[in-house]
């Protein structure tokens, strides 16, 4: 390892540093306190080294990761969105576990993991980082300890994602038949035409896994469940940084092994995406638990991302654009994502979340604050101008019309207007007038900050996105 | 079809023959008998591709390390006399024989291994060592993110376990609410 190579994983030792540390600190103090600061300590020093680790440039180190733009701009997303998390969490554990220490350093893990898949160049890196997000996750989402259904979420996560993993080591292990090699790249002109066929069969079942993990319909079985059993912020967490890690590791993949040069993968994402719009869309009309509604539109705005992996995976597409989207829409999920289920988990002060579309009537008149960041969500959730939302629909249109992705665009219109409805729902609940028995609740300050600030940032966003696209285009310039 | 070959589909048949048994028996120590069968032909197959260490560690973590637990949870499980007759059941030959068989069948696949020119069907030999070398040496970062994968798994079967354990503390100070708490309240 050289020196330049050190420098790019600074961040990467920060944060597993600071994990031992840590661990360390809580073994012998046994402070929830001490967990929660020190948490946050080590995701901030990891986000403070991120620009000396930009200076050292694109690094391959050992061929497992590359340390460029894209890898540390997706580290810097996962690591805010892991102080959003811990931030939530501070006030939303103790009603429902006796030990939160552990808490604190999972999600640093987490974090570590969804890092490592999101710079990963091969199967090695990819399989290890997955794991280290998944496992990490499973005890996130059985954290509380005396409720069942985090336990049950926790146990159908278990088991269907452990699938999706095996799913995509299998798909892992016949590409490696093929190619020879861990790497996401490989000379395509080596391979022999009887073995296309294997070849496309590993890529096929890899992407089956990646689709479970993304909950892209018809994969989606498990995402109403696990989000509703699971705690509201690590609910919130699963949605943002899981799926960013793991779309962030498929888009490398795409890229790098040209996934679309066969027409029958672009055919396969194609139809894929069109279900997730539509289904997720219609599935979540009708819902009446936030969580659950929330799980359905997660699925259809992973179906509008994969537009942007199209257009930038197409042979011969627009990739900068295509990535530049991705990654635009990533951060506007995520603020939305956050926002929505740090409302939820800020008015979650007793053992049960507040899941029912019922528990929202008239927040407005009840908490100011939070009724507005979870308008702003869900307006944002449904692509109306002046919000986050809407900046990265359009750019996302923007660039499905120009890599001609005719059918995904109109999907995408469909499903947005189908949209729109339940999103509506919420806001008319949010400012209906509220019925006068309806006791006021009393919230986390933190919590209600955090989530302020995400609703801030939505708008600000939504308003003036300048900055976010000029940092974008220099990090991924420079990588 | 080549010999070579042969070394090769019969100890695959085998794991998926005994794979497909461990899920279908009901009684559990039965499964278990034919899912250290499976393993074992795993593990001749690595040996048969050439991979005798990752064929050495398979015997011993997950035949031997894990097979053992399962023995661990048995024995704590079942105490008493019912279950020393319960046991004598588990000797009748139909708990065994099939086993034996396929267990026999692999040591006739090691012997032909051992004692054929050609030891293995695919691809290089790949030694103990050169496996520590790789280890240490290219995926030097690979093995940390596996020490951050057990981390996890440690510090979460920590968390989890721990409901447990409380839960049977209380029981035994005679201080036990029901296992189904979280309708009110929390701690």
Do not use: C
């Not at chain 1, 049950?152 to 590409?175: H, N, Q, R």
């Amino acid at each position: 390892m050289t020196l330049l190579q050190a420098q790019a994983l600074l961040p990467y030792f920060v944060l597993s540093g600071g994990i031992a540390l840590l661990l360390v600190l809580v073994a012998w103090l046994r402070s929830e306190i001490v967990a929660f600061a020190g948490a946050l300590l080590v995701l901030f020093a990891a986000l403070f080294a991120l620009p000396t680790a930009f200076e050292a440039g694109a690094q391959v180190v050992d061929g497992i990761v590359r340390v460029d733009g894209f890898a540390l701009f997706f580290f810097g997303l996962f690591a805010l969105a892991a102080a959003v998390t811990a931030i939530l969490a501070f006030r939303y554990l103790p009603a429902r576990a006796a030990h939160r220490q552990e808490f604190y350093i999972l999600l640093a893990i987490a974090t570590l993991g969804a890092a490592v898949t999101a710079s990963a160049v091969n199967f090695a890196g990819f399989m290890l980082g997955l794991e280290v997000l998944s496992v990490s996750l499973y005890v996130m989402v059985a954290y509380p300890e005396d409720a069942k259904p985090p336990l049950e979420a926790a146990a159908k996560y278990l088991v269907l994602s452990g699938a999706a993993s095996s799913t995509i080591l299998f798909g892992m292990a016949l590409i490696y038949l093929v190619t020879g090699t861990l790497a996401f790249a490989y000379d395509g002109a080596e391979i022999a035409r009887n073995d296309r066929a294997i070849l496309v069969l590993g890529q096929a079942l890899l992407l089956a896994g990646v689709f479970f993990k993304l909950s892209l319909v018809p994969f989606h079985m498990w995402t109403p469940d696990v989000y509703q059993g699971a705690p509201a912020p690590v609910t919130g967490f699963v949605a943002t940084v899981s799926k960013g890690a793991v779309f962030a590791v498929l888009l490398r993949y795409a890229l790098d092994a040209d996934l679309f040069h066969s027409a029958t993968a672009g055919s396969m994402v194609v139809l894929i995406g069109v279900l997730s719009m539509i289904g997720g869309n219609v599935l979540a009309l009708l819902q009446t638990n936030i969580k659950r509604l929330l799980a359905y539109s997660s699925i259809a705005h992973m179906g509008y991302l994969l537009i942007a992996l199209l257009v930038a995976g197409a042979p011969d597409g627009n990739r900068d654009l295509g990535v530049e989207t991705a990654l635009v829409y990533l951060v506007g999920y995520f603020a939305m994502t956050l926002a929505a289920f740090g409302v939820v988990t800020a008015l979650s002060r007793t053992v049960e979340d507040a899941e029912e579309l019922g528990a929202y009537t008239g927040l407005l008149w009840r908490q100011p604050v939070l009724a507005a960041v979870l308008v702003a969500a869900a307006l944002s959730l449904a692509g109306i101008p002046l919000t986050v939302g809407f900046i990265v629909k359009f750019y996302v249109v923007a660039a499905g019309v120009e890599g001609a992705a005719w059918t995904l665009v109109w999907a995408l219109i469909v499903g947005s207007a189908i949209g729109v409805y339940y999103y509506l729902r919420i806001v008319f609940a949010v400012i209906k007038r509220p019925t006068p028995d309806v006791a006021a609740t009393r919230t986390a300050w933190e919590g209600v900050l955090a989530t302020a600030a995400l609703g801030v940032a939505m708008v600000a966003l939504g308003v003036h996105p300048t900055p976010l696209l000029e940092l974008l285009k220099a990090m991924l310039g420079g990588g | 079809m080549n010999a070579d070959l042969v070394l090769f589909w019969v100890p695959a048949a085998i794991a998926v023959f005994s794979t497909a048994l461990v899920i279908t028996r009901k009684n559990a120590s039965r499964a278990l008998v034919y899912l250290v069968i499976s393993l074992l032909a795993v593990a001749v197959v690595f040996f048969v591709l050439g991979a005798p260490f990752a064929a050495a560690l398979e015997v011993v973590v997950y035949a031997g390390a894990i097979v053992v637990l399962f023995l661990f949870v048995v024995m704590m499980l079942n105490l008493g006399r019912s279950s020393v007759l319960r046991e004598g059941g588990w000797l009748r030959p139909n708990m065994w024989v099939l086993p034996g068989i396929l267990a026999f069948v692999l040591l006739i696949v090691m012997f032909h291994v051992f004692a054929g020119t050609q030891a293995k069907t695919a691809g290089t030999e790949v030694p103990p060592s050169a496996v520590g070398r790789a280890l240490f040496g290219p995926y030097l970062l690979a093995v940390e993110l596996a020490g951050f994968l057990l981390l996890a798994a440690l510090v979460g079967a920590y968390h989890l376990g721990r409901r447990y354990l409380e839960e049977r503390r209380a029981v035994v100070e005679g201080t036990g609410e029901g296992v189904d708490a979280g309708g009110d309240g929390g701690r």
